[in-house]
């Protein structure tokens, strides 16, 4: 995956969280490891679908997200002791998955980008988005070039 130069800009992603990095995520080459990179994606996964998806309307709906696939890009390295800022947003919507562009930066520099497919279930099934989720998700689509 090589994302577009638009997509290693902060100012594209309609979220932006900022975590820090941790002793425990160094690997021994005195950098952030690539496996604890998948974290910080993850955490700004999170918070998207909390601002998406509300826990009553996962509950009324049935819904339950999983992830179909991800890819990650790693464009330059990470080091301890530095905050971390994940920008993320939807890049498509499809009738029961969607899929979250990411960046991730340190220091003001582009060190990765990542890109994951979520798929709502009913817990066996692929199931359509409930409306007030589709609306939600548009309202994150990530600012194109």
């Known amino acids: 995956m090589k994302p577009e130069a638009y997509r290693l800009q902060l100012e594209t992603y309609p979220l932006v969280n900022t975590i820090p990095s941790r002793f425990q995520d160094l690997d021994p080459l005195g ?4 496996v604890a990179i998948g974290a910080f994606y993850e955490e700004g996964r999170g918070n998207l679908n909390r601002k998406a998806f509300s826990l009553e309307m996962r509950k009324t ?34 009738g029961s998955s969607y899929t979250i562009a990411q960046a991730l930066f340190q220091d003001g520099r582009c060190i990765g980008a990542s890109e994951a497919v979520l798929v709502n279930t009913d817990g066996k099934k692929p199931a359509p988005i409930p409306r007030q989720g589709r609306d939600a998700l548009e309202s994150l689509m990530i600012k194109t070039a």
Do not use: K
């Not at 950098?31 to 690539?34: A, Y």
């Open 31 to 34: 950098h952030i490891n690539n």
């Open 61 to 94: 709906h049935g819904m339950r997200m999983v992830i179909a696939d991800v890819h990650i890009a790693y464009l330059d390295e990470a080091f301890y002791p530095s905050d971390l800022v994940v920008g993320s947003g939807i890049l498509r919507i499809g």
